[in-house]
């Protein structure tokens, strides 16, 4: 329950904060965050992907492989 409510007084400070009329006005300052993080963002998913594909085809190749030893040993 506290980390709900935590949750939406987080959410209710970033909708406060980013507001144009709002007293932060950090509006333009989260886009220019955002503009410059995206492609470092978008370079560690990518990077995540490759190794999340990686461990998969190593997966199918062991997968198949044991199957091949169990059925010589059937």
Not at 1 to 24: C, E, H, K, Y
Request: proline fraction near 4%; glycine fraction near 10%.
């Amino acid at each position: 329950m506290v980390a709900l409510i935590l949750g939406m007084l987080f959410i209710a400070f970033t909708v406060f904060s980013v507001l144009p009329g709002a007293p932060l006005a950090w509006g333009a300052n989260v886009v220019e965050f955002l503009k410059g993080f995206l492609p470092v963002l978008s370079g560690f998913i990518g990077f995540i992907a490759i190794l999340i594909g990686l461990a998969d085809i190593k997966d199918k190749k062991e997968a198949k492989r044991e199957e091949m030893e169990a059925a010589k040993n059937n």
